[in-house]
């Protein structure tokens, strides 16, 4: 590697935006005490509330795992807080306000000024009403049957499909993280789209208008009835800075027979300096279960975070089900990402696809886990996984852990990896074109990324890939 | 245009160019012949500014502007352009992608807007027609999975979009046949202009039946041993380069 890869990678990133809230807090500590109380702010029914104090007594008996390669020092959780409703946030008067950088970043990535005021927490004019989008979105889906809010919401208007779903994929026990989630999961989305009912809309510009306001435990429950189709977005290219610096989110897909569920998330939670001090520790459980015929594809684009822990996971429990998984992380600095899959086939010829692009860049530690597993019953299941790491630099890794356990002999599974280094000829060629060395190593990556970018709704594609040009531009080059 | 004087060059501690002088005026065609590894093509990366290569003395002014002082994208910029002896597979990214983010790249450091992506097509349905290349190339990967002939007419198809001032043509004729040689031959005549410049890098006559240089320069162990006319290069075709090698 030339000089000038180094050099751009030891770049500076700086963004990040911290709102001004006044919260209702309580005391650090995570005692039964603090989950009743969250309950009772939430003026939860009891049968909510027993459940997350089973959660809560099961994380008890629960250690955190230790098994992602990935190095921290350990978590005080009695010293973080568990309740903190934002009362009011103290809105900006105007964009001068907000840290340029942060403007400079969503100038980039093209971000209407309305939605970047809505993002830094500013004012906003009468001329856009956040609440009459909301309003109007809110309507088309309602004519469809189609149920979308926040969770509390769900939990009071549509209790019995909360209980039927709630911890159906994702058990209260499932893991330590998504215990504790369990008990004390602050808020997040719910979404029902009828039988035979094709979801109007992507539910993405409305997410994004409320992503300003994503928990520290998220909870979202997605359930499309048969033969229902959504596409569902999550995240923001824009980056957001949060005060917790622990995130543990559960998200849960329940695709009933016939029906189709597509997850896209681009995740650019504030990733540290660049010593990967003050970063978030991103600790997620994403798992969907596809009954007979269903489809459930996950797309991500992980470019922030200090630490990610993240599998987004199908059961393919129902006959020629579908699970795919397409992901792009990009590591840099000191951040740390074991992420990848788990494809568990059940039913009968159900198939699965694999597409894993891992960058690592500075120091970054990036590894992929997946796991594909073939049950006795899952006759002629079929799974192809693909898994491909990019370095730039010298100072970075790139691991891949596949797991593969197949237990009948009449299904297939295949697996390719490579791991490749941007090289400096590859540069070269770009800059005797006359493009720069951030150009060309922004052009390089999203090549390598392409098959994972076209699977993400198209407006998002392009915000995604120039997300990835300027993450690279400030922190890689 | 371009005036290279007395350039020493260097790969990690090996000397390769040894004292190279050349003067290139708008309008000139000039062929650099000379055996395998008598530092063509390094002569070739120093002008367009490979980093693997240091110049350790010696000046190359370009437009009587310092280039061993520009980046590399810079001298693109400015016009130079170098046909790679071994273009560079991108996987992933379109080659119209590519070229019209080259394109913009150049119109931009020249002050003027991104070109509008309409009249970026017209444009290399002109331009590929010049090369005689399938237009379902334009969507594949830059060089991914391009034949040896299919690469050599890409970076010819880029040069005649980016229409540089001086253009730098490594081997471009290796791996050719016959057919394909007339056309990229072809392409690289109708390019030609009074105000530019074309530096042809082979190792055979066979191509200059085609392009007709005004100069022919023997390189043999990093330095130029012989310079002349057209005729020069049907005198190699005939006594080969022993005899220059062994003299100098
Ligand atoms: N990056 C490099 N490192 C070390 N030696 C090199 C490098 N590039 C070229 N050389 C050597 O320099 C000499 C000239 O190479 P080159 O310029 O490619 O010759 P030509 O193009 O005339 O065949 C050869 O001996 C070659 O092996
Ligand atoms: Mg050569």
Redesign the pocket.
């Known amino acids: 590697m030339g000089s000038s890869i180094e050099t751009l990678v030891n770049k500076e990133y700086q963004y990040g935006f911290v709102t001004d809230v006044d919260s209702d807090t309580l005391a650090p500590g995570l005692t039964e005490e603090v989950v009743r109380l969250i309950s009772s702010k939430k003026a939860e029914p009891e049968w909510l509330l027993e459940w997350r104090l089973k959660a809560y007594r099961r994380w008890l008996t629960m250690t955190e795992p230790h098994w992602p390669n990935v190095k921290y020092p350990p978590i005080d959780y009695q010293a973080a807080r568990y309740y903190s409703a934002p009362k009011s946030v103290k809105p900006l008067q105007s964009l001068d306000e907000v840290d340029p950088e942060l403007l400079a970043t969503y100038k980039k990535l093209g971000i209407s000024l309305t939605e970047q005021k809505m993002l830094a927490g500013v004012a906003v004019d009468a001329i856009f009403d956040s609440v009459s989008v909301g309003t109007t979105m809110k309507e088309e889906l309602s004519k469809h049957g189609v149920v979308f809010c926040s969770f509390s919401e769900a939990v009071h208007n549509h209790p019995e499909l909360i209980q039927k779903y709630l911890g159906s994929v994702v058990p209260y026990s499932d893991n330590f993280f998504a215990a504790l989630n369990s008990a004390v999961f602050s808020d997040g989305s719910f979404c029902y789209i009828p039988k035979g009912v094709r979801c109007p809309m992507e539910l993405s510009t409305y997410f994004r208008i409320n992503a300003a306001e994503t928990g520290q435990f998220e909870r979202t429950l997605i359930v499309a009835d048969e033969g229902a189709y959504v596409s569902y977005l999550e995240g923001c290219t824009a980056p957001k800075r949060s005060t917790n610096q622990l995130h543990a989110a559960v998200v849960e897909l329940v695709a009933l027979d016939r029906s189709t569920i597509k997850y896209s998330t681009v995740q650019n939670w504030y990733a540290g300096d660049k010593e990967g001090v003050g970063g978030i520790y991103n600790f997620v459980t994403k798992r969907g279960k596809a009954h007979a015929d269903a489809k459930i594809s996950w797309t991500q684009v992980e470019t922030g975070s200090a630490i990610t822990w993240k599998y987004p996971s199908v059961i393919l429990q129902g006959d020629n089900s579908v699970g795919e998984f397409y992901s792009v992380a990009v590591v840099n600095n000191k951040q740390q990402a074991d992420t990848g899959t788990k494809m568990i086939h059940v039913g009968k010829n159900t198939k699965s696809t694999i597409i894993s692009k891992g960058i690592s860049a500075g120091e970054g530690q990036n590894s992929y886990r997946g796991r594909v597993q073939v049950l006795p019953k899952a006759e002629g299941a079929r799974n192809y996984t693909q898994c491909d790491s990019m370095l730039i630099g010298n100072k970075c890794g790139a691991h891949t852990f596949p797991y593969i356990e197949v237990a009948n002999n009449s299904s297939m599974t295949e697996h390719e990896a490579s791991t490749s280094k941007i090289g400096e000829d590859q540069i070269f060629y770009c800059k005797a074109r006359g493009l720069s060395t951030e150009h060309a190593i922004s052009l390089i990556v999203s090549g390598f990324c392409r098959e994972v970018f076209k699977e993400l709704p198209m407006e998002f594609a392009l915000e995604a890939q120039q997300l990835l040009g300027i993450t690279l531009e400030g922190s890689v080059g | 245009m371009l005036k290279i004087d007395n350039i020493h060059a260097r790969?990690?501690e090996?000397e390769?160019l040894k004292g190279i002088s050349l003067t290139v005026n708008a309008g000139e065609v000039h062929a650099i012949m000379?055996p395998?590894?008598?530092?063509?093509?390094?002569l070739a990366q120093v002008i367009a500014g490979h980093p693997?290569f240091e110049v350790t003395s010696g000046s190359i002014t370009y437009g009587g502007d310092d280039l061993l002082d520009m980046d590399p994208e810079v001298r693109a910029q400015k016009g130079v352009f170098l046909a790679f002896q071994y273009p560079v597979e991108i996987p992933g990214v379109t080659n119209a992608y590519f070229l019209r983010s080259a394109y913009n790249e150049i119109r931009k450091a020249n002050g003027q807007e991104d070109i509008d992506p309409m009249d970026f097509l017209d444009l290399m349905e002109k331009k590929i027609k010049l090369v005689d290349m399938d237009p379902a190339m334009l969507h594949r990967s830059v060089n991914a999975g391009f034949s040896g002939g299919e690469k050599k007419r890409n970076e010819i198809l880029q040069m005649a979009v980016l229409e540089p001032k001086l253009a730098i043509l490594d081997e471009t004729d290796s791996g050719l046949d016959i057919d394909a040689l007339r056309v990229v031959s072809g392409g690289v005549n109708a390019l030609k202009r009074a105000d530019n410049a074309t530096i042809v890098v082979t190792h055979y006559q066979r191509l200059l039946n085609y392009i007709v240089p005004d100069f022919v320069h023997v390189?043999a162990g990093g330095k130029i041993v012989k310079s002349g006319g057209k005729e020069l290069a049907l005198e190699l075709e005939a006594k080969g380069y022993d005899w220059l090698v062994d003299a100098a």
Request: no cysteine; glycine share 36%.
């Open positions: 790969a990690g090996k390769i000379g395998n590894g008598s530092g063509k093509s390094t693997g390189l």
